[in-house]
């Protein structure tokens, strides 16, 4: 093969390739982002529980379960809890809410309302949610996505 003929091909093939790889358009638009009912949705898993001052890991509760938030509209989400005994399998916090408003902080944490009473707040991956038990001792169950 001749030496100059080789050096062309060469020099074809890289300017080829190259534009090749430069010829995709790049768009300059980015995706709408989401609304913060669709960014909270999600699967959350019981983690911890804090009650009188103490913040124990669910491994040493009797409790698991998850926490599910579904989109209902831009602002509101549905809440389904299935937080059970492990021991016997009985219900603890077992019910569904809707039309729960969500509302984002100047901090970046989501406030969740439900009638007008703040019942949730999510910081992070973190969903933290507010109860009181039968002798109306409050409680925290937190739940990571």
Not at 46 to 69: C, D, H, I, M, R
Not at 82 to 93: A, L, N, V, Y
Not at 124 to 129: A, F, P, V, W
């Amino acid at each position: 093969m001749n030496p100059v003929f080789r050096v062309r091909f060469v020099w074809l093939a890289l300017v080829l390739s190259a534009t090749l790889f430069s010829a995709c358009k790049k768009s300059g638009v980015d995706p709408a982002p989401a609304d913060l009912a669709t960014r909270v949705a999600g699967q959350y898993t019981f983690s911890e529980l804090s009650y009188n001052g103490k913040t124990l890991p669910a491994s040493q509760t009797n409790l698991k379960g998850s926490v599910t938030l579904s989109r209902s509209t831009a602002t509101t989400v549905e809440m389904a809890l299935d937080i059970r005994m492990k021991s016997t399998g009985e219900e603890f916090m077992v019910l569904t809410a809707d039309e729960i408003e969500v509302s984002e902080g100047g901090s970046g944490d989501v406030s969740f309302r439900y009638e007008g009473e703040r019942i949730a707040t999510l910081n992070g991956n973190k969903l933290t949610i507010n109860g009181e038990d039968e002798d109306n001792v409050p409680f925290k169950l937190m739940a990571t996505k």
